[in-house]
């Protein structure tokens, strides 16, 4: 049973519940449309080198010249990018509250853009409870590159096999992985919980 010293979240579908789509479903009503305009324009390798350190003002450039003909659209991303952000994951949030009740160290990884994190970075309570929160724009790199775990565990300050990280997408928690974290991908509080528990943490 390894001794796990640290708890690393991702915040983005474990504690946030951030889409595109809920802003892109008021301005492009058609599906087909809107799936286009997200997949071909404001796309997800777009909006991941904004969380990489691109600043807003050069991606809207870039894409404007590239598709003027959606220039509104493509300024709303962060124009509006309050909409993105429907909230909380009340499951995520829960499972944050219980092991820091338990006083287990908690840290924060996640891939966001440094111009967008601080709408939520004095709004939510529950990011109090985290030591330490990476912000993938600030440092300029992204998960699931290595350097930005060792990054992490620097501020951690345990060895990678005493940390545990947990996160939605299986490509980031395979990242943690690669450097000897251990990583539960996440699907849902509970099952994340049960996960912990099997690696021997107590709350």
């Not at 967008?116 to 985290?130: A, M, Q, S």
């Not at 790199?141 to 947990?166: N, S, W």
Request: charged content about 25%; hydrophobic content about 45%.
């Amino acid at each position: 049973m390894p001794d796990i010293k640290a708890v690393i979240f991702d915040f983005g579908g474990v504690v946030f519940d951030w889409s595109a789509e809920y802003l892109y479903r008021e301005l492009i009503p058609d599906e087909a449309e809107r799936r286009w305009f997200l997949t071909h324009v404001c796309s997800p390798a777009w909006n991941l080198k904004q969380d990489g350190g691109r600043t807003i003002a050069e991606a809207e450039a870039e894409l404007i010249a590239q598709h003027p003909a959606h220039a509104e659209l493509i300024r709303a991303f962060y124009g509006q990018w309050p909409k993105t952000l429907r909230g909380t994951l009340d499951d995520g949030v829960a499972l944050v509250e219980q092991l820091h009740a338990a006083d287990v160290p908690l840290y924060g990884l996640t891939n966001w853009s440094a111009e967008t994190f601080p709408h939520v970075e004095t709004r939510y309570d529950f990011l109090k409870r985290f030591r330490h929160i990476v912000v993938s724009g600030r440092v300029k790199m992204l998960k699931p590159e290595p350097r930005i775990y060792a990054h992490m565990l620097e501020h951690v300050g345990e060895r990678p096999e005493a940390c545990v990280f947990i996160d939605d997408a299986p490509h980031n928690a395979e990242g943690a992985r690669a450097v000897g974290i251990h990583a539960i991908q996440h699907r849902s509080g509970a099952e994340t919980a049960a996960a912990l528990r099997a690696l021997g943490v107590t709350f």
